[in-house]
Structure formats: structure tokens, C-alpha cells
């Protein structure tokens, strides 16, 4: 077990500077660019391929290879503090590798995620569906279904998975389908969907409010067809699951709930990237801009504003590395995933509109990054479980009642 630090190890501080380098240099002067054309940035990304920070080598060893969790945060941070859809766009693939790992056998992780990146000559993406047009946080409500076909050993996949990002795009699509429409949300498992399999396809391309470098769009599956070995966890485990299931024994919720605690403070790390980008450029701003004879900070009212910025993001970021560290070396108490990612979402959103306020009418404008900030930060009250969500996941965790 390693021990609780707010001092980061020779290793972090490296891929630190090393993250924050490529934002400042290729992220965030690309920034504007993608943010106008709504368009998945392929240059950038595959840029970031050829130094390893988009692979699957590097999630890997964000994930794995570092006992204090910190690892992941920290870089994600940087990478966000370049640009949140950019970022989006390095990130999404993780999205299905989580899934992979979440479910997966070790034959299906070695198998699948390394395509799910490629290589820096040819990158590959990947995606992971879950949400659906009548289906967002009520994961219950899924239509999509999965039914096996054994006369060919073949799970055939039907329905419409809606807000995916890389959907339609990605090369290897993860899909969350109901197997047992009775069990609801205990009735679900997951699919691997390989590369050029028919019958998937895109559907509409949202355009956004924010991240809007980040490809998002419906993913329509019509009797998609994958081999057997494409059911995540296997067949044997999957019926034994189900089985425990009708009966009334309980489930691994508790294993689920950790699982989903512990992709949280990453996510967290993401809209805290956002806010410190706010925060520096409204600092330094305030620092330069003169009104009335004075520069704009020597106001308490706006020196004010800062402090509390400050403040904010340094509260976030303690709970962001608390919950990392308790997601690698110990177990939630009270939700303490939730409580980071809820904060950030939170902080990023305020923290981007005050830094608006504190630019006046230059806030205001595309010529200006805080604008696109304030509109990249909101999205991380939404995705990966809303701000409601988050609330539902703590005060039942701190009271123990089944809270609705
Ligand atoms: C840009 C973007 C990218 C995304 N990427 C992905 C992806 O890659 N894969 C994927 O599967 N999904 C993805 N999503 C979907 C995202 O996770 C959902 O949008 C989110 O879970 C909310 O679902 P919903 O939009 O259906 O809202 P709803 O669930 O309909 O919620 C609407 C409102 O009701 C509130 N609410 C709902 N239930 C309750 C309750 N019980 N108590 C209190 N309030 C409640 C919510 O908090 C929200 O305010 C993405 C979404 C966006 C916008």
C-alpha cells in the first residue's frame, strides 16, 4: 500500500512537464481551430501518438503501473489545461478500454485494446456505448438488445445507443446491451463490436456547446452480428451471473460501485484542467488590464474573485488526488469518487464563468479562449454521471438508505 503524498514522485513531476509541454505547444495553439470546425482533430492526436501519450501503452501504465493513482490525474489535468476537446479526443478511447478491463478475460484485454489505439503510423479509436435517446443516468431503460444465436455461436445486437463519443468513427465500438430484459439493469453485458462488423453504423453527428473537437454521434446497430468470443467476461460467466441473478442472490454491485468510484477522479482531474486554465489567464489579465487609472486586481472585488478561484481549485484538486489514491489503495466510504468529480464539474463551471466576468466584454469573445472554457467546462456536470447522479451516489452512501 503506498502511503498518502501531496508530493509528487520523481516519475509524476516527469510525465507532468512532459504532458504539459505538448499542451502548450501543439494542444492548445490547435485549439481554436477544432473548436470552430466540429471535427475530430486526427493531426493532433496522432501527434500525440508519436510521443506515446495517445497508446495503450501509456494507459496502461497510468492505470496499473503506479501504486499511488496519482499518475492518471495529473496528466489528465495537463492535457485538459491545453484543451478539453482535444483532450476529449486523446481520452475517448479510454472510455472503451475501461469497459474492456471493467468486464473483459485477460485474453479479451490483450486482444482488444491495443486496436482500440492502433499505432502512431495508423491510430486507431475506440468507443463505449451505453447511453441511449430514452436512456441516459436510468441505465434500466436500455432497449438496446443482445441475443445469442446458437446455431453460429453469435450475439446479434439491435437498437440505438445515443451521445457516444467516437461513435460511428471508432474502430472498435464496446455496446452495453440487455441480454435478459427482465433483470433490468442486472440483465445487461457487453459486447465488443470489431472493426468493419456490419451493420453498425452512424448515426446523427451532435453538434455541441462544448468540447467540440470531440466527435460525438448516435451509433445505430442493425442485426450486428459478432462472434461469441465478443461477449465480455465469456458465456460460462455471463449464464452463472444471470443465474445468481433469478434467484435472488445479490449481484457484485459493491465490485460495480468501486469500479465506477474509481474512473471518477480522472474525469474530475479533466474539468480541474479546465478551471486552472481559467483561473491563470483571468490572473493574469486582471494583472494587465487597467480601468479607472488602476490595474483591474488591485479592486477587491475582483482580487476577491481570484482568491476564491485559487481556493476552489485547490480544494478540488485534494479531493481528485484523495479519492485517486483511495481508488488505488484502499476502499470508499462515502463515495469519495463521486464527491471529486461532482466538485469539479461544479468548480470548472463556476471558475470559467468568473473568469468571464473578470475579462469584461474580451470574456465574451472567440477572439479570447475563457468563452470556449466556460462552454468545454459544463459538459463534466453531465457525462459520466450527472451532477443529480453524483448526489444520489453520496447521500446513499452516507446514509446507508436507498435514497431515490
Ligand atoms: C458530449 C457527450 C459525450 C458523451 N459520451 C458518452 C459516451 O461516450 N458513452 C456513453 O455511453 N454516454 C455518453 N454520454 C451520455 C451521458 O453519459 C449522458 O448524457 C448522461 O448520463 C445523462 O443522461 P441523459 O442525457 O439521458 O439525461 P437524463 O438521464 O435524462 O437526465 C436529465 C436530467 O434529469 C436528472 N435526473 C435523472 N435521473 C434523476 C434522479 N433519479 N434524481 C435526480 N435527478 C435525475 C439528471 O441529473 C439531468 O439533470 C455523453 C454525453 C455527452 C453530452
Known sequence: MAEFSLELNEDQLQIQKWVHEFAADVIRPAAPEWDEREEFPYPVVEQAAEIGLYGWEFMAEGM??????????????????????????????????????????????????????????????????????????????????????????????????????????????????????????????????????????????????????????????????????????????????????????????????????????????????????AYEYALDYAKEREAFGRKIIMNQSIAFMLADMATEIDATRMLIWRAAWLGKNGQFKNAEGSMAKMKAGRVATWVTERAIQILGGYGYVREYPVERWHRDAKIHDIFEGTEQIQQLVISRAISGLRIE
Open 64 to 277: 496499473s503501473g503506479d501504486p499511488t493513482g496519482l499518475t492518471l490525474p495529473v496528466a489528465i489535468e495537463e492535457l485538459f489545461w491545453g484543451d478539453a476537446g482535444i483532450g476529449m479526443a486523446i481520452m475517448g478511447s479510454g472510455l472503451a478500454a475501461a469497459g474492456i478491463v471493467a468486464s473483459g478475460t485477460p485474453e479479451q484485454v490483450i486482444e482488444w485494446i491495443p486496436q482500440c489505439y492502433g499505432t502512431p503510423d495508423k491510430i486507431g479509436l475506440g468507443a463505449f456505448a451505453a447511453s441511449e435517446p430514452d436512456a441516459g443516468s436510468d441505465v434500466a431503460g436500455y432497449r438496446t438488445r443482445a441475443v445469442y444465436d446458437e446455431a453460429t455461436d453469435e450475439w446479434v445486437l439491435n437498437g440505438t445507443k445515443a451521445w457516444i463519443t467516437n461513435g460511428g468513427i471508432a474502430d472498435v465500438h464496446v455496446v452495453v446491451a440487455v441480454v435478459d430484459p427482465e433483470l433490468g439493469s442486472k440483465g445487461h453485458a457487453s459486447f465488443v463490436v470489431p472493426p468493419g462488423t456490419k451493420g453498425l453504423s452512424m448515426g446523427q453527428k451532435y453538434k455541441k456547446h462544448g468540447i467540440r473537437a470531440s466527435h460525438t454521434a448516435e451509433v445505430v446497430l442493425d442485426d450486428v452480428r459478432v462472434p461469441g468470443r465478443c461477449l465480455l467476461g465469456g458465456k460460462e460467466k455471463l449464464d452463472e451471473r444471470l443465474a445468481r441473478v433469478r434467484r435472488g442472490e445479490k449481484g457484485n454491485a459493491q465490485a460495480a460501485m468501486q469500479t465506477f468510484e474509481a474512473t471518477r477522479p480522472a474525469v474530475g482531474a479533466q474539468a480541474l484542467g479546465v478551471a486552472r486554465a
